[in-house]
T-cell receptor, first 111, second 116 residues
Framework: DAKTTQPNSMESNEEEPVHLPCNHS???????IHWYRQLPSQGPEYVIH???SNVNNRMASLAIAEDRKSSTLILHRATLRDAAVYYC????????????FGAGAILRVKS | NAGVTQTPKFQVLKTGQSMTLQCAQD?????MSWYRQDPGMGLRLIHY???????DQGEVPNGYNVSRSTTEDFPLRLLSAAPSQTSVYFC???????????????FGQGTRLTVV
């Protein structure tokens, strides 16, 4: 399974943008990049995913480097509710049967 | 839609007891899976199923059994509980057309299990 590397933790101020980085230098050409987050005492929640192009949805944006060896999850205006552990995960080809969770990155949001 | 429902939410077992953690989804998803999460760690895959009648082992399958007789239900059985199985257990489901690469997973709220 291809691996990802994230910072252990990050801190942001409320209503400011947050950029969460992820390195995945061993990614293969057909692996999708997925992001999930886990709020305290809850199950993981899907955030966004992409293959090559940048992606936007109502929760966040995903910026993927041209060589695909890194990506950045962008929360445009952090709220207290965004405080969570964020997981950057690669869905391995060909079937993506396994979501391999690392330790993730803790995001703290200050009011 | 209820999504993914896990029962019970909390359970305390004595060493050696057996029990079944229930997981049901109402989204007609073919793919279902079980994870465990130990304190301060990410989730680890226990077992998964790509459809009714088909199951496979994940990263940490020892001490657990699964079966998939219907699309909706994917129970996880602990055969003889051990303190090392104290953990939070999450069930997840995904829509699958043969590949999960381009799909999202829906998780339940978890079952917090303590084995004493």
């Amino acid at each position: 399974d291809a691996k990802t590397t994230q910072p252990n933790s990050m801190e942001s101020n409320e209503e400011e943008p947050v950029h969460l980085p992820c390195n995945h230098s061993t990614i293969s050409g057909t692996d999708y990049i997925h992001w999930y987050r886990q709020l305290p005492s809850q199950g993981p929640e899907y955030v966004i995913h992409g293959l090559t192009s940048n992606v936007n949805n109502r929760m966040a944006s995903l910026a993927i480097a041209e060589d695909r060896k890194s990506s950045t999850l962008i929360l445009h205006r952090a709220t207290l509710r965004d405080a969570a552990v964020y997981y950057c995960i690669l869905r391995d080809a060909p079937y993506g049967n396994k979501l391999v969770f690392g330790a993730g990155a803790i995001l703290r949001v200050k009011s | 839609n209820a999504g993914v429902t896990q029962t019970p939410k909390f359970q305390v077992l004595k060493t050696g007891q057996s029990m079944t953690l229930q997981c049901a989804q109402d989204m007609n998803h073919e793919y279902m899976s079980w994870y465990r999460q130990d304190p301060g760690m990410g989730l680890r895959l226990i077992h998964y199923s790509v459809g009714a009648g088909i199951t496979d082992q994940g990263e940490v399958p020892n001490g657990y059994n699964v079966s998939r007789s219907t699309t909706e239900d994917f129970p996880l059985r602990l055969l003889s509980a051990a303190p090392s199985q104290t953990s939070v257990y999450f069930c997840a489901s995904s829509y699958s057309k043969g590949s999960l690469m381009n799909t999202e997973a829906f998780f339940g709220q978890g079952t917090r299990l303590t084995v004493v």
